[in-house]
Every structure is written in structure tokens, then in C-alpha cells.
């Protein structure tokens, strides 16, 4: 089984590359699966239901989100009532949506996705860590494939998260910097892990925003509008593999065979 997660989409242009390049990767590396983490997908802050709708109708099963989760109003009603759209378990539990999709795959597989976020240097929340413990027991013994998008500020919060949970999930991706790191690894109880995914959008802004206004703000400090950038997109992903028939990991669920970072460019 080979499950593809897709780093932070950003505006339009990240977008693009997804209906871009996405067909041509699930086919060529036989994906079974595809997550991504979609908070800033409309214009670089937050996403829409039209947008949802847009991203599902790719091929994408489940999208995860973070911090800018409520940016746009008009989630607020559908999250919901689309189950498939996620924000972090950890935030207030009466905020709409929710942090956890247990489901079944086109291809017939159980898995689940759970969606958590960090609390160094973000807006406070509840422990991410104690609600992973939670959240991980409530989901059913016979599904064998677990995700957890940690989306965090500091590469520290999200390498302690991947040791507690090694083991006990599959897969442990990190998102929210949008800078993709080089320490993919599958951990020693088979927990497939990297910090940070990277993101899916423009390359030739500031982490997807155009640099002049980013560049003002460190300069005067004064308010600036920001708009998403363009030139040098991206589709920053990894490709998590499980061999179905190896012997699974202390919680039952199936044990990382490997993970490879993917850099794709529209064609």
C-alpha cells in the first residue's frame, strides 16, 4: 500500500499543480491513497467549500488543516457536514468539524487520519500530545493504516511528537512551516516520519507569499496586504509504502515500510 500526503497547498497556483501533476503520480507510483493538507488554499489563507469540493473531486481523500482552518467564514456552516475536511483535534471541542476521519479508501482500505496542532509559538489549544492518546484508543482495532498530520511551528515539538507516538501510527507528517526538511525516516518501532512535508504552491515568494509585501513588513512594520506569490511552483509530497503482509506494529496497525520526499514541477 502506498499512500501519497501533499505538503500545504497555497492559493491558486498550488492548485494548479495539483490538477497538474496529481493523476500522473497516483498512476506512475501506484498510490493507493492520497491526504493533503489544505489551510491555505484560498488565496493563502483558509479554505472554502467550493475549494473542499474542488480538491475531493481530484482525488484526494481526505484534507487536513491547522491554524488558518476558520479563516473564511463560509467554512464555518460546511465543515460540519463534510467529514473529509479536518482541523485540528486539539482545538476547542466545540469548534465546528473535527480532528479524526476513520473511513475506508476508493480502494476498499480502512484507514484513519488524524489532524493535530502544536502549541509553541500557535495560538493556544489543548494538548496535542494527551489528545493523540485519546483519540489513537477510540479508533477501531481492525483499521490498519493511521496518519497523523502534526502541524506545528518548531521542528522540536514535532520530532518529541513522533517519538511518543512511534509504534502506535503508521505515518507521522509535519506541516505548517511550508520549508520541507530532509530527515525522513521510518523510527525504530516503524513509524514513518518527517517534520515537515514541505509546500504545494509558489517557490519565488516567502513560504507562498509575494516577497515586496513580506519584505515591507520586516522593513517598517506597518500593515501590508499580502498576496499569494507566483513563479517556481511546486508540489512537495511524500510517498509513505507499508508492505500488507509484514507483521504489524505494538498497536496492531500496519508498520512504514519507507518514506520518500517527491518534488514535482508543473509540467
Same mark, same amino acid.
Given at each position: 500500500?502506498?499512500?501519497?500526503?501533499?505538503?500545504?497547498?497555497?492559493?491558486?497556483?498550488?492548485?494548479?499543480?495539483?490538477?497538474?501533476?496529481?493523476?500522473?503520480?497516483?498512476?506512475?507510483?501506484?498510490?493507493?491513497?492520497?491526504?493533503?493538507?489544505?489551510?491555505?488554499?484560498?488565496?493563502?489563507?483558509?479554505?472554502?467549500?467550493?475549494?473542499?469540493?474542488?480538491?475531493?473531486?481530484?482525488?484526494?481523500?481526505?484534507?487536513?488543516?491547522?491554524?488558518?482552518?476558520?479563516?473564511?467564514?463560509?467554512?464555518?456552516?460546511?465543515?460540519?457536514?463534510?467529514? &473529509?475536511?479536518?482541523?485540528?483535534?486539539?482545538?476547542?471541542?466545540?469548534?465546528?468539524?473535527?480532528?479524526?476521519?476513520?473511513?475506508?479508501? *476508493?480502494?476498499?482500505?480502512?484507514?484513519?487520519?488524524?489532524?493535530?496542532?502544536?502549541?509553541?509559538?500557535?495560538?493556544?489549544?489543548?494538548?496535542?500530545?494527551?489528545?493523540?492518546?485519546?483519540?489513537?484508543?477510540?479508533?477501531?482495532?481492525?483499521?490498519?493504516?493511521?496518519?497523523?498530520?502534526?502541524?506545528?511551528?518548531?521542528?522540536?515539538?514535532?520530532?518529541?511528537?513522533?517519538?511518543?507516538?512511534?509504534?502506535?501510527?503508521?505515518?507521522?507528517?509535519?506541516?505548517?512551516?511550508?520549508?520541507?526538511?530532509?530527515?525522513?525516516?521510518?523510527?525504530?518501532?516503524?513509524?514513518?516520519?518527517?517534520?515537515?512535508?514541505?509546500?504545494?504552491?509558489?517557490?519565488?515568494?516567502?513560504?507562498?507569499?509575494?516577497?515586496?509585501?513580506?519584505? *515591507?513588513?520586516?522593513?517598517?512594520?506597518?500593515?501590508?496586504?499580502?498576496?499569494?506569490?507566483?513563479?517556481?511552483?511546486?508540489?512537495?509530497?511524500?510517498?509513505?509504502?507499508?508492505?500488507? #503482509? #509484514?507483521?504489524?506494529?505494538?498497536?496492531? &496497525?500496519?508498520?512504514?515500510?519507507?518514506?520518500?520526499?517527491?518534488?514535482?514541477?508543473?509540467?
Amino acid at each position: 500500500m502506498r499512500t501519497l500526503f501533499i505538503g500545504d497547498i497555497v492559493g491558486s497556483p498550488g492548485r494548479e499543480i495539483v490538477r497538474d501533476r496529481l493523476a500522473d503520480v497516483v498512476e506512475h507510483r501506484q498510490i493507493d491513497l492520497v491526504i493533503a493538507n489544505g489551510e491555505n488554499s484560498a488565496s493563502g489563507f483558509g479554505i472554502t467549500p467550493k475549494i473542499t469540493e474542488e480538491l475531493l473531486s481530484l482525488g484526494i481523500e481526505v484534507i487536513t488543516g491547522g491554524n488558518h482552518s476558520w479563516d473564511r467564514r463560509e467554512i464555518l456552516e460546511y465543515m460540519p457536514y463534510q467529514p &473529509r475536511l479536518l482541523r485540528p483535534a486539539n482545538f476547542p471541542a466545540a469548534n465546528p468539524g473535527s480532528g479524526l476521519f476513520v473511513g475506508e479508501s *476508493k480502494k476498499g482500505m480502512k484507514f484513519a487520519v488524524l489532524n493535530l496542532q502544536g502549541r509553541i509559538f500557535l495560538p493556544g489549544n489543548d494538548d496535542p500530545f494527551t489528545t493523540a492518546d485519546k483519540l489513537l484508543a477510540s479508533i477501531p482495532a481492525d483499521v490498519p493504516f493511521v496518519l497523523v498530520d502534526m502541524h506545528a511551528e518548531t521542528t522540536s515539538e514535532k520530532i518529541a511528537f513522533g517519538w511518543y507516538v512511534d509504534g502506535r501510527v503508521t505515518a507521522v507528517v509535519g506541516t505548517h512551516t511550508h520549508v520541507t526538511t530532509a530527515d525522513e525516516r521510518v523510527l525504530p518501532k516503524s513509524t514513518a516520519y518527517i517534520t515537515d512535508v514541505g509546500m504545494t504552491g509558489p517557490h519565488d515568494g516567502v513560504i507562498g507569499m509575494d516577497r515586496n509585501g513580506i519584505i *515591507k513588513k520586516f522593513l517598517d512594520g506597518m500593515p501590508s496586504r499580502f498576496e499569494v506569490a507566483s513563479g517556481n511552483v511546486q508540489m512537495n509530497a511524500v510517498v509513505i509504502e507499508v508492505d500488507e #503482509a #509484514a507483521p504489524r506494529n505494538q498497536a496492531g &496497525r500496519f508498520a512504514a515500510k519507507s518514506i520518500e520526499r517527491l518534488r514535482l514541477l508543473i509540467d
